[in-house]
């Protein structure tokens, strides 16, 4: 599986933008596609994730209700709508497919997509 993310960039607080995951290879095969993110001196954390069976998602209790991950199956592509986004949003953004283990964790991912940076301005 190769992932690609786009669309990251400064915003002000309040405002929104969304984040693109162009997924290539074998996606039958894979369990969920995450995204995760990192602020300068913090651990990587979980944000959203779908289960590509289903679209079934789930989200960290940060970004609940201003988040929606969703596909668009016939471009392949995963997205990241950030809604009222806040200052603490700001992190590189990454896209991940998932392999085993909990889904919460980054350990449980080994396809990573380049990072995208998301900068919220106050």
């Known amino acids: 599986v190769q992932l690609q993310a786009f669309g990251g960039g400064l915003v002000q607080a309040g405002g929104s933008l969304r984040l693109s995951c162009a997924v290539s290879?074998?996606?039958?095969?894979?369990?969920?596609l995450g995204w995760f993110r990192q602020a300068p001196g913090k651990e990587r954390e979980f944000v959203a994730g779908?289960?590509?069976?289903?679209?079934?998602?789930y989200y960290a209790d940060s970004v609940k209700g201003r988040f929606t991950i969703s596909r668009d199956n016939a471009k392949n592509t995963v997205y990241l709508q950030m809604s009222s986004l806040k200052p603490e949003d700001t992190a590189v953004y990454y896209c991940?497919?998932?392999?085993?283990?909990?889904?919460?964790?980054?350990?449980?991912?080994?396809?990573w997509g380049q990072g995208n940076q998301v900068t919220v301005s106050s």
């Open positions: 290879g074998r996606t039958f095969s894979r369990y969920l």
């Open positions: 779908l289960r590509w069976s289903d679209s079934d998602t």
């Open positions: 991940a497919a998932y392999y085993s283990g909990s889904v919460y964790l980054p350990n449980s991912y080994d396809n």
